[in-house]
T-cell receptor, first 111, second 115 residues
């Protein structure tokens, strides 16, 4: 199964460049946010998370930025590689542990 | 591999039929979630179970039902199927299902095609 049929915004980057994927979330009461990566034929895979009491968190080659004032989340991928090509979803957690997903962005990496 | 197992991977059926999707959570996880991913609506939360009990309900149709068994595996039952039910159905699991920072781990999904 794959999400390639979704009419998603697409970000196309050159291999080696940095990628920035943006997400606007809807609920100011959300206190936990996750970025997931979905490759063709696979389920969403956890990349990085951030709590609402933080504004930045770094992982391996990835950084998540949270701006609560404008309810905006971004995922930065350093030195983007062909294996980073996938659909990226942001998700916010509201009361009752219901994880709500954004619409997704397709990242295409050109060799 | 997330540790969450879903079967079958693909399911083709006709309108009006009933199907059952199965999910085995990661070892040790007590909570199971079902999501639907369709072309026009992205990932939609359907329902959550924790240790056999329903904990949260999302946009799940009355024609759909789920349960979690004592061994913690879960089944999603879809009945009176319509063309619009064609979608990818994902199961996810988490350790407790109530923690603020709990990550969900997803299976590879079941692709349902209703013809």
């Amino acid at each position: 199964g794959e999400s390639v049929g979704l009419h998603l915004p697409t970000l196309s980057v050159q291999e080696g460049d940095n990628s920035i994927i943006n997400c606007a979330y809807s609920n100011s009461a959300s206190d936990y946010f996750i970025w997931y990566k979905q490759e063709s034929g696979k389920g969403p895979q956890f990349i990085i998370d951030i709590r609402s009491n933080m504004d930045k968190r770094q992982g391996q080659r990835v950084t998540v930025l949270l701006n609560k004032t404008v309810k905006h989340l971004s995922l930065q991928i350093a030195a983007t590689q062909p294996g980073d090509s996938a659909v990226y979803f942001c998700a916010e957690k509201r009361a009752g542990n219901m994880l709500t997903f954004g619409g997704g962005t397709r990242l295409m990496v050109k060799p | 591999d997330s540790g969450v197992t879903q079967t079958p991977k693909h399911l083709i059926t006709a309108t009006g039929q009933r199907v059952t999707l199965r999910c085995s959570p990661r070892s040790g996880d007590l909570s199971v979630y079902w999501y639907q991913q369709s072309l026009d609506q992205g990932l939609q939360f359907l329902i959550q179970y924790y240790n056999g009990e329903e904990r949260a309900k999302g946009n799940i149709l009355e024609r759909f039902s789920a349960q979690q068994f004592p061994d913690l595996h879960s089944e999603l039952n879809l009945s009176s199927l319509e063309l619009g039910d064609s979608a990818l159905y994902f199961c996810a699991s988490s350790p407790r299902g109530s923690g603020t920072n709990e990550k969900l781990f997803f299976g590879s999904g079941t692709q349902l095609s209703v013809l």
